[in-house]
């Protein structure tokens, strides 16, 4: 069982950064591929990052690549989105979701956090 709790959301003007945090329960977190999310209102969620257990292995969407990074610190059952180059087109409620063995992109991921807001200003 795993429970996360994201936090770092605010509200940045564009080309501002901001790192967003996913602060997990449990010892098993180290085993676990864990991912971002975004939903922006009126659309569906998305997937933003991915990184897997050892950390040896990330992906992105498209539209984040060299803007986003995600990272993981296992010793402290925390995950990382570093979000620079923002743009008001990011603006979301992003989530983290945790899961033994998920694909990244398509998961199935059976742990989710509550959410945490990111507006982007122009």
């Known amino acids: 069982q795993v429970t996360l709790v994201e936090s770092g959301g605010s509200v940045v003007q564009a080309g501002g950064s901001l790192r967003l945090s996913c602060a997990a329960s449990?010892?098993?977190?180290?085993?676990?591929?864990m991912a971002w999310f975004r939903q922006a209102p009126g659309k569906e969620r998305e997937f933003v990052a991915g990184?897997?257990?050892?950390?040896?292995?990330?992906e992105y969407t498209d539209s984040v690549k060299g803007r986003f990074t995600i990272s993981r610190d296992n010793a402290k059952n925390t995950g990382y989105l570093q979000m620079n180059t923002l743009k008001p087109e990011d603006t979301a409620v992003y989530y983290c979701?945790?899961?033994?063995?998920?694909?990244?992109?398509?998961?199935?991921?059976?742990?989710w956090g509550q959410g945490t807001q990111v507006t982007v200003s122009s």
């Open positions: 449990g010892r098993a977190f180290k085993s676990y591929t």
């Open positions: 979701a945790a899961q033994v063995g998920s694909s990244m992109r398509f998961g199935p991921y059976g742990y």
């Open positions: 990184i897997r257990p050892n950390g040896a292995y990330t």
